[in-house]
């Protein structure tokens, strides 16, 4: 289905094999709700590759805008972890976090695979970008995705949870597509496809990513109205 929001948050990370189990329920439980009770973020969902051994998981925020990865209430589940993400954050490997101003959302229901690409290219391609979103619209015509995501990040910002540096360049800027599908092979084709197209797209493209993944959760904030993480959030503020 469409995002909400006029922005969308994409992160990917791995994490200590060891501490699998607990890690899927942690972040099940605990993190993704957490993060979906913080006012302006409206849904959250969690995917993975176990095909995969790095960049096994993708986790996508629907959110109203970017300013609300600047408010009080995210940056205190930041600064004021809870005990169990304390424990799991020590476990964390080759994470990376791009938000994004949404461009373009469409598309019905939620589907069981996704596909992600990333990339880094020129700024102010306009014609570029209404290419895409053709080529976009064009596999949901032809019934082998869903819906699609298209966002943007000029600057990619640091992550003080990790302690990841700030990403900016004045000549490029990071695109990320998103391609929701029934089937993981019809989310592996749809991005096949589109990775082999973006370099007659766009000038001076980088592909940084390009993968796909199954759904494992996913959750919206109508669900955590009388939540009791909601309840603890708040408090902090109150």
Same mark, same amino acid.
């Given at each position: 289905?469409?995002? %909400?929001?006029?922005?969308?948050?994409?992160? /990917?990370?791995?994490?200590?094999?060891?501490?699998?189990?607990?890690?899927?329920?942690?972040? +099940?439980?605990?993190?993704?709700?957490?993060?979906?009770?913080?006012?302006?973020?409206?849904?959250?969902? *969690? @995917?993975?590759?176990?095909?995969?051994?790095?960049?096994? @998981?993708? +986790?996508?925020?629907?959110?109203?805008?970017?300013?609300?990865?600047?408010?009080?209430?995210?940056?205190?589940? !930041?600064?004021?972890?809870?005990? /169990?993400?304390?424990?799991?954050?020590?476990?964390?490997?080759?994470?990376?976090?791009?938000?994004?101003? +949404?461009?373009?959302?469409?598309?019905?229901?939620?589907?069981?695979?996704?596909?992600?690409?990333?990339?880094?290219?020129?700024?102010?391609?306009?014609?570029?970008? #209404?290419?895409? !979103?053709?080529?976009?619209?064009?596999?949901? *015509?032809?019934?082998?995705?869903?819906?699609?995501?298209?966002?943007?990040?000029?600057?990619?910002?640091?992550?003080?949870?990790?302690?990841?540096?700030?990403?900016?360049?004045?000549?490029?800027?990071?695109?990320?597509?998103?391609?929701?599908?029934?089937?993981?092979?019809?989310?592996?084709?749809?991005?096949?496809?589109?990775? %082999?197209?973006?370099?007659?797209?766009? *000038?001076?493209?980088? #592909?940084?990513?390009? !993968? @796909?993944?199954?759904?494992?959760? !996913?959750?919206?904030?109508?669900?955590?109205?009388?939540?009791?993480?909601?309840?603890?959030?708040?408090?902090?503020?109150?």
């Amino acid at each position: 289905m469409s995002l %909400r929001g006029k922005a969308f948050l994409c992160i /990917w990370n791995d994490h200590d094999p060891a501490q699998a189990i607990e890690y899927e329920a942690w972040h +099940t439980f605990e993190h993704v709700p957490e993060r979906v009770c913080v006012p302006g973020f409206l849904s959250g969902r *969690r @995917y993975a590759d176990y095909r995969s051994t790095e960049g096994r @998981y993708f +986790t996508l925020y629907d959110i109203a805008s970017l300013d609300v990865l600047e408010t009080a209430a995210y940056r205190d589940l !930041q600064d004021n972890p809870t005990p /169990w993400s304390r424990k799991m954050r020590t476990a964390f490997r080759n994470f990376e976090r791009i938000p994004c101003t +949404t461009i373009a959302s469409a598309g019905q229901g939620c589907a069981g695979a996704v596909g992600t690409i990333v990339i880094e290219t020129l700024r102010h391609q306009s014609e570029a970008v #209404v290419v895409l !979103q053709e080529q976009l619209s064009a596999l949901m *015509r032809d019934h082998v995705i869903t819906a699609y995501h298209l966002g943007v990040a000029p600057t990619i910002p640091q992550y003080a949870v990790f302690g990841t540096a700030e990403v900016r360049n004045d000549r490029m800027e990071t695109y990320v597509i998103v391609v929701e599908a029934v089937l993981a092979d019809q989310a592996r084709m749809a991005v096949t496809r589109l990775a %082999r197209l973006l370099d007659g797209m766009f *000038r001076q493209a980088t #592909v940084q990513r390009c !993968q @796909y993944s199954d759904l494992l959760f !996913q959750i919206g904030v109508e669900e955590l109205i009388h939540s009791d993480l909601r309840r603890e959030v708040h408090a902090h503020h109150q």
